[in-house]
């Protein structure tokens, strides 16, 4: 469901979410009330902001590790950003997954479902643009990169502190990513 969401109704929900094409950056008030995502329908939420998030996420990823790369990704893909501030900071992607699950915006349970897919098509989307754009990158490398930065890993240890972690939806995505890197690279993070 998520890969038939992502390349026929992703674009057009993204569009609602940010009409102005021409101001790619977003989530200046994304805590307090979520911005935009009143326009995307209740039951397109979970899988929208999946693909929100890993599109941000790869985005960022791009930025901090291969900035000399990043202009060229930048113009091929012309992601959203997700910011704040005068200065355009960036802020975490976990975000854009946990304040509309505090806020009640999206349900819990259906975003649980769609993101073991939803971390998979993020793990092939990644590794067939590197493929056909810019394949001078090692997909291992990125993905390493990608797990083990601080915005994005969730040590075991913060789980085993509080064991009621397990149940917060940035861990779950992050066991889904890794799971996701490890079943489609066959490399463990």
């Known amino acids: 469901m998520v890969k ?14 940010m ?12 805590s307090t009330d979520c911005r935009g995502l009143n326009k995307i329908p209740i039951e397109s939420r979970p899988t929208f902001l999946i693909c929100l998030y890993f599109t941000v996420l790869v985005d960022q990823a791009m930025y901090t590790h291969y900035r000399e790369y990043y202009q060229y990704f930048a113009k091929l893909t012309q992601y959203p950003k997700f910011c704040h501030g005068l ?19 999206v349900d ?9 897919a939803g971390m998979e098509l993020f793990v092939d989307e990644v590794l067939d643009f590197f493929k056909n754009h810019m394949s001078n990158i090692d997909q291992t ?15 075991l240890l913060v789980t085993m502190v509080n064991p009621e972690m397990k149940n917060d939806i ?13 079943k489609k690279t066959g490399k463990k993070g």
Do not use: C
């Open 170 to 182: 940035v861990v779950k995505a992050y066991e889904s990513l890794r799971e996701a890197i490890e």
């Open 108 to 116: 819990k349970i259906a975003m649980e479902k769609e993101l073991p």
């Open 87 to 105: 200065g355009q900071f960036q802020k975490n992607p976990r975000e854009l997954l946990h304040v509309p699950v505090q806020k009640g915006m």
């Open 141 to 155: 490398e990125f993905f390493d990169k990608l797990i083990y930065d601080s915005d994005v890993q969730i040590p």
């Open 4 to 17: 038939d969401y992502y390349h026929n109704q992703f674009g057009a929900d993204l569009t609602k979410f």
């Open 19 to 30: 009409p102005d094409t021409s101001v790619p950056y977003f989530g200046h008030s994304w």
